[in-house]
T-cell receptor, first 113, second 111 residues
Framework: EPEVTQTPSHQVTQMGQEVILRCVPISNHLYFYWYRQILGQKVEFLVSFYNNEISEKSEIFDDQFSVERPDGSNFTLKIRSTKLEDSAMYFC???????????FGQGTRLTVV | SQQGEEDPQALSIQEGENATMNCSYK?????LQWYRQNSGRGLVHLILIRSNEREKHSGRLRVTLDTSKKSSSLLITASRAADTASYFCATDGAAGNKLTFGGGTRVLVKP
């Protein structure tokens, strides 16, 4: 069964460093998303991406964050100058154009030290 | 902003019992979905109910939606130890794009 894959599963980075989280959405999906979940808290929407551009972003998604679809398969989230409070589980999701159900990856646990 | 809130926050039951959890939200929705998350893992889609539906079944799951009260419930019947997980409701609004998640209900099913 097709699935959304995320790498790495766990990343530890020093405060101030840049990280890139990678996702491979399901191949025939056209909408892509990033969400994050700080430990013990809600899953929060960060950004949605469609037709090679951001379609919606939350207040959390400030200039520190950027997304890219560098090729036909990968969808990346870049976090510049990481802060301690960026430590969270980051989930990628994708869905088909006219369907509602979003499929989530297993997440990348980011730890900023 | 619309927001799903679940209650209870935690639920502990014996295997074989039913588990019921509720979700409330604030603004109009197109759909409401329930997801399961095993500890430290990804989100697994369980069931979707559209705003014009009142009840939906999928296996041992039963979901209700009351748009007048802006609330939904998820019932897991004949629970199993493997049902131990956190359960989240998620709503999408008029734009039908992003999902807004509730805080989740942690369910522990004891063998």
């Amino acid at each position: 069964e097709p699935e959304v894959t995320q790498t790495p599963s766990h990343q530890v980075t020093q405060m101030g460093q840049e990280v890139i989280l990678r996702c491979v959405p399901i191949s025939n999906h056209l909408y892509f998303y990033w969400y994050r979940q700080i430990l013990g808290q809600k899953v929060e929407f960060l950004v949605s991406f469609y037709n090679n551009e951001i379609s919606e972003k939350s207040e959390i998604f400030d200039d520190q964050f950027s997304v890219e679809r560098p090729d036909g398969s990968n969808f990346t989230l870049k976090i510049r100058s990481t802060k301690l409070e960026d430590s969270a589980m980051y989930f990628c999701a994708s869905r088909k154009l006219r369907e509602i159900e979003a499929f989530f990856g297993q997440g990348t646990r980011l730890t900023v030290v | 902003s619309q927001q799903g809130e679940e209650d209870p926050q935690a639920l502990s039951i014996q295997e074989g019992e039913n588990a019921t959890m509720n979700c409330s939200y604030k603004t109009s929705i197109n759909n409401l979905q329930w997801y399961r998350q095993n500890s430290g893992r990804g989100l697994v889609h369980l069931i979707l109910i559209r705003s014009n539906e009142r009840e939906k079944h999928s296996g041992r799951l039963r979901v209700t939606l009351d748009t007048s009260k802006k609330s939904s419930s998820l019932l897991i019947t004949a629970s199993r130890a493997a049902d131990t997980a956190s359960y989240f409701c998620a709503t999408d609004g008029a734009a039908g794009n992003k999902l807004t998640f509730g805080g989740g209900t942690r369910v522990l099913v004891k063998p």
